[in-house]
């Protein structure tokens, strides 16, 4: 009877509440919004969302290339999404793919110019977008709380995370 009172109670305890749930919807309602409207004002720069994401990896790399895989790693995509898009992107000059020099199987993503010219008029209004919509729609109290949930949830799926992206159980 003990037992079963226990399992009772840790069953109860798994069961999401509908207050949990609410809050749940709302996260993903509310990303899924901010995505929407920074998506908007990237795309008046001439630049989809994907198209920054690209361009910020390459960016933020020291030389401004990188393997396929690794961009792809890096932004989390699949390496056929990046395949069709880097070749959208490539016909209109953002970059340039080439053989990797040390693996014949793989290519090199290199920022060109242009790419890199694109995405410096990019950024200043999306930094300011990011601000209005994100930053100031916080009190600094909030934006710090904000900060301290996000590297909870962070810390708890690291494991989840990995294993994820080694295809196995990493935990």
Not at 6 to 34: C, Y
Not at 129 to 138: Q, R, T, Y
Request: charged share 30%.
């Amino acid at each position: 009877m003990i037992d079963d009172e226990k399992a009772t109670r840790a069953a109860a305890r798994q069961r999401i509440t509908d207050r949990e749930l609410a809050v749940w919807r709302s996260l993903l309602d509310t990303t899924a919004d901010l995505g929407r409207v920074l998506g908007a004002q990237l795309q008046e720069s001439g630049l989809s969302p994907a198209d920054y994401q690209v361009l910020l990896a390459l960016k933020e790399k020291e030389g401004t290339k990188m393997r396929s895989s690794e961009l792809a790693a890096t932004i989390q995509w699949e390496r056929s999404r990046l395949s069709h898009h880097l070749g959208r992107m490539e016909r209109r000059g953002l970059i340039r793919r080439n053989d990797c020099p040390t693996d014949s199987r793989g290519a090199e993503v290199s920022l060109m110019d242009s790419g890199a010219s694109a995405f410096r008029r990019a950024s200043a209004p999306h930094l300011r977008a990011i601000k209005k919509h994100f930053v100031d729609a916080l009190t600094p109290e909030q934006l710090e709380a904000l900060a301290d949930i996000l590297q909870s949830l962070q810390h708890s799926l690291q494991g989840e995370v990995r294993a994820a992206r080694t295809g196995g159980d990493d935990r």
